[in-house]
Structure formats: C-alpha cells, structure tokens
C-alpha cells in the first residue's frame, strides 16, 4: 500500500517551525508499517532546511521515506508544467483528518488488518462489553 504521512502534528506535535516532541509510538508504528512492506510518503508543508530538517530526524530514528512530497522518488516536477501535487495514494495519515487523528495503535491495525476506524471501534466496543464488571471493592482490593 502507498501510504501518504504529515509530519508536523502526526508524527510529532505541533511546534512548527520547530520539531515538536515525537507523538508516541508514531516512529515505531511508522517503521513496522515499512517492515511490512508498505510504501511511505512524507507529505508536509515543510520545504527546505526545514523539510532536510524534518526528514534528518527520521532518518536518525530510523524513519526513511519511499518519496518526499511527491509521488516516487525520481519524480522531477520542475520538468512537467501541467504538474499537479495531489499526491496518488492508497491512504493518507494525517492529524487533520475528519475526526482527528486516531492513536498509532489503532492505525497500525486498521492498516495491518485492512479495518475501517468504525470496525476497530466496534470491535473495541464488543471487546469492553464482554469483560465482567467488577465492583469498587474488588476494584479496589484487586478480587
């Protein structure tokens, strides 16, 4: 799958024209989904020394990129004036999603799973109304 990545906001917070502190477990999913042969686009508003600065910190956490702000690597848009920078994706993950952005583990198994966001909450639904309820006491003693 092609999978098209913001940076600022998605994979760390917003501190724009800074590097935000990395969003938990962003990197870590981000890299099983490479493992797993998914290819990835950074796809940012970042340009020049700040997108080098962007894509230096991935690379220093391991984080490489398919393509940066285009469709494949060798792709020239300087070349081509009809160029359009829609980007032609399988998915997109982006925090200004309808919604917002879910947390790197649902979207690791809505990607690995191949779910929808509504089955992984249906699916987290039925799981929590299986479980017992236990009392407060036995909350609190642990019974």
Known sequence: MLIAVDFDGTIVRHRYPEIGEEIPFAVETLKMLTEERHRLILWTVREGKLLDDAVEWCRQRGLEFYAINRDFPEEDITLNQHFSRKLKVDLWID???????????TIYHMIHDNKTYEQVLLEEMHHESAQPKRGFLRRLFGG
């Open 95 to 105: 925090d200004r999603n309808v919604g917002g952005l879910p947390d790197w583990g």
